[in-house]
Nanobody, 118 residues
Framework: QVQLVESGGGLVQPGGSLRLSCAAS????????MSWYRQAPGKERELVARITSSGAVTAAADSMKGRFTISRDNAKSTVYLQMSSLKPEDTAVYYCNAVWSAAGHNFWGQGTQVTVSS
């Protein structure tokens, strides 16, 4: 059974940091491109960051470059999102996504809420 379980979200003050984790199971994690997306209330889901199966990283919006870092640990089947200098506009539900295009696989986690507020 495929599972992506996000954790690490919560309430943080502006300027603070959080590290999100996404633990994968039920598939060969190392073969998949992993991404973090987020969705704020009333807005569309947007790509935050992406890391390929070989470890190449693609940052998304300019507003997140230099503040958010994606990484993966294939031995632990886990992808991380280190977020720093958080702003109120970073408030959203953050989702983990796993894709293996050649197999037509596209998996999503349930999301973890991140709230940036004083």
């Amino acid at each position: 059974q495929v599972q992506l379980v996000e954790s690490g979200g919560g309430l943080v003050q502006p300027g603070g940091s959080l590290r999100l984790s996404c633990a994968a199971s039920g598939f060969t994690f190392s073969m998949y491109r992993m991404s973090w997306y987020r969705q704020a209330p009333g807005k569309e889901r947007e790509l935050v960051a992406r890391i390929t199966s070989s470890g190449a990283v693609t940052a998304a919006a300019d507003s997140m470059k230099g503040r958010f870092t994606i990484s993966r640990d294939n031995a632990k089947s886990t992808v991380y999102l280190q977020m720093s200098s958080l702003k109120p506009e970073d408030t959203a539900v953050y989702y983990c996504n796993a894709v293996w295009s050649a197999a037509g696989h596209n998996f999503w986690g349930q999301g973890t809420q991140v709230t940036v507020s004083s």
